[in-house]
Nanobody, 123 residues
Framework: QVQLVESGGGLVQAGGSLRLSCAAS????????LGWFRQAPGKEREFVGM????????YYSDSVKGRFTISRDNAKNMMYLQMNSLKPEDTAVYYC????????????????WGQGTQVTVSS
């Protein structure tokens, strides 16, 4: 069992940066691949990116590639999402999630989810 809690969301101007954190509890944290998803009002949950169990491999959606970076620290049970060059279209609730599959872009394959953190990018 893994419990996930996101933090770090907020309001930022276009072109700015934010760093989201995902804190996990549970001994099995290092055994899971982790992903970031986002959901804007009226839209389906969207894959942002993910990181392998060891942290050695990452995948990103085309919409964030080159601007967002995912990292994890298994010793601290933490995952991070560094978001640079933010755009208004990045506005959404951001979720971290855990899965036993890698790679995996389908949100239905993720077993554990955080409650989400709001990111708002103003133009």
């Amino acid at each position: 069992q893994v419990q996930l809690v996101e933090s770090g969301g907020g309001l930022v101007q276009a072109g700015g940066s934010l760093r989201l954190s995902c804190a996990a509890s549970g001994r099995s944290f290092p055994a899971y691949s982790l992903g970031w998803f986002r959901q804007a009002p009226g839209k389906e949950r969207e894959f942002v990116g993910m990181i392998s169990e060891s942290g050695g491999t990452t995948y990103y959606s085309d919409s964030v590639k080159g601007r967002f970076t995912i990292s994890r620290d298994n010793a601290k049970n933490m995952m991070y999402l560094q978001m640079n060059s933010l755009k208004p279209e990045d506005t959404a609730v951001y979720y971290c999630a855990a899965t036993g599959s890698f790679p995996e872009r389908n949100f239905r394959e993720y077993r554990y989810w955080g409650q989400g953190t709001q990111v708002t990018v103003s133009s």
